[in-house]
């Protein structure tokens, strides 16, 4: 149960395709989108429901509870995975009162942990009840991991702390392209228009190396959460387009023509992250990257090694770091590249997060 058929889809098809063909019937509950006819070619029984994740009325919340109990005695299933806040307090909390073992998966501490105001309280109240009733209790770095612990949220005994949500290394490998030809210098970030994501950051650093005269171009893509309250603005983004500071290539079904095209991947998230899948898809690539020392994120780079990390919420040492590397040879940011996508295959491959799906699966369904 997740809170959209597209993240389902663009996270967890490789796990779902795996336990498809293991003989498992996958029934995927999110909000209807257009990725749910993918989902469903795949052979997967999807089932819309109502769910507003960014609504902060309980009675709605008790209403999307009552749903998912309704729907969890209706198909019985033998085991559920939650992902993402809401899935993961109602959800468990509706599997267990089915009687159903699950594992809530935290794929970041998200907004919600980001000031320590009344919505931060409220969500770490409802998360210490609801993860007693989920069997284990999966986290995408540490530092998410030890939050819940140091908060006495989760005991350390449900805890597992997974590489990521995983990435298929044979699908996002290394494209021959012409990126290395007499081209302006091309640095890309790819997110949900997010300010927490950095994104101003980015722009702020490309006025900055501007400045310098360098002849640089700065492409993002990504789409908008117009009811997210950290949303950027359209009118923000028109402005950076006419100001010649970025352009803005919209949402892509496919990073990987972009990723091809470009000389560097740049993130300078200060968000509650997880581990960020745009980073391992550029370094699959054999992208360097430039990311934040930010949770989540820094576990993806290799300072010097892989790219460079720079300091959150500064836009100079950002531009700092995009300095260095468009001065880089050719044959050093190819050697950045290369270890790059070295670590995402050693550390984050998705054969990884499906082994410990069908660890956690043969060991409690019946035979």
Known sequence: MSNSAWSV????????NNLLAQGYDVIVLAPDDPYSDLLRENGCRFVPISFDNKTKNPFRDFLFYRQLKKLYGQFKPDFVFHYVAKPNIYGSLAAAANGIPSVAVVTGLGYAFARRNWLYRVVRKLYKVSLRKAKEVWFLNNEDARVFIDEKIVNIEKVKVLPGEGINTAYFAPIKSNRHADHSFTFLMSTRLLKSKGVGLYVDAARILKKKNYDVRFELIGFFENHHPD??????????????????????????PWLAKADCFVFPSFYNEGIPRCLMEAAAMELPVITSMNRGCKEVVLNNSTGYICNRHDPFDLADKMERMINLSLDERARMGKNGR??????????????????????????
């Open 9 to 16: 889809y663009n996270f967890r098809l490789d796990v779902i």
């Open 231 to 256: 949303s950027i603005a359209q009118e923000d983004l028109s402005r950076w387009e006419k100001e010649g500071l970025i352009h803005y290539g919209g949402f892509a079904e496919d990073v990987r």
């Open 342 to 367: 070295s670590l995402v295959v050693r550390k984050f491959n998705i054969t990884n997060v499906i082994d410990e799906y069908t660890d956690t699966l043969q060991g409690d369904l019946p035979d």
